[in-house]
């Protein structure tokens, strides 16, 4: 009997891609002529082409992306001229297959690090023009304190994120009885609600590459803007996006004049 860890076809791109068969959340650009059977355009992204234009370009600038999933938006900002990537994901397939995406795109100015982006940026010392946090905010359980290590390191922001709306979040069938409760915490002296959200069934999926815990936190719109100005963002662009998910916004943050 043969074993599954071994291929005895001719070698392709379309190989690497099928060790992971059923994990992948995106598809490469046509022009790959490959079949991941996922389905999020994350390598044509045009949340990334209107962070690229609010924030001035990627060319030659050193990045910060937390949570790559599959390299897409590693990719993208590497056609942008980005002199540096660091990209940073804690799910261990998925950055197994950053490191697929790495090798069939050629990647050579990303960086695929495995392990907690927090970690790095209370360890590093690095600093970087730009930090991309595309889908990672509302995965936390300290999202203000993410935004605050952000501030650390990093000029310039964007950020896409789902956000706490209660009445949004009570007209989308499937996120009812999602959020156990709300508290009342700080960071650093900035006052703000965590709404806890339940991840159920999601973590049974292969490909679920959410969160290492059971559940994460929210945050309402206005704690999101107000807790980036009281870390020393200045919002410079943001748009609203109605999603199946739950009330989305695309944000654009440059660090205020001292």
């Not at 660091?86 to 950055?95: F, G, K, R, V």
């Not at 970690?119 to 993410?146: F, K, M």
């Not at 709306?165 to 009885?177: D, N, P, Q, R, V």
């Not at 009281?230 to 440059?254: D, R, V």
Request: charged share 20%.
């Amino acid at each position: 009997m043969k074993s599954k860890n071994f291929f005895g076809t001719p070698p392709s791109n379309q190989n690497a891609i099928d060790i992971f068969e059923g994990q992948w959340s995106s598809y490469f650009p046509d022009s790959y002529e490959t079949q991941t059977g996922g389905s999020a355009g994350l390598f044509e992204d045009e949340r990334l082409l209107w962070a690229q234009e609010n924030l001035g370009g990627f060319q030659n600038k050193r990045i910060l992306e937390l949570g790559p999933l599959e390299g897409g938006h590693s990719f993208m900002i590497e056609q942008m001229g980005a002199e540096q990537i660091d990209s940073i994901e804690a799910n261990s397939e998925a950055y197994l297959r950053c490191l697929v995406t790495k090798e069939i795109c050629k990647l050579r100015r990303t960086n695929f690090l495995l392990g907690d982006f927090t970690r790095h940026i209370e360890t590093s010392n690095t600093h970087y023009h730009t930090g991309i946090a595309c889908g990672v905010l509302y995965h936390q359980r300290d999202p203000i304190n993410l935004i605050r290590l952000l501030a650390s390191c990093c000029d310039s922001l964007f950020i896409w994120t789902h956000y706490f709306e209660k009445e949004a979040i009570s007209k989308i069938e499937h996120l009812k009885g999602k959020f156990a409760h709300s508290e009342d915490v700080s960071c650093e002296g900035y006052e703000h609600t965590l709404h806890h959200y339940e991840y159920g069934k999601a973590l049974e999926w292969n490909g679920f590459c959410g969160a290492d815990y059971a559940s994460a936190c929210w945050l309402s719109e206005d704690d999101i803007l107000n807790g980036l100005q009281y870390f020393g963002y200045e919002i410079t662009a943001k748009k609203y996006e109605p999603n199946p998910n739950g009330a989305a916004i695309w944000l654009s943050c440059k660090k205020q004049a001292q």
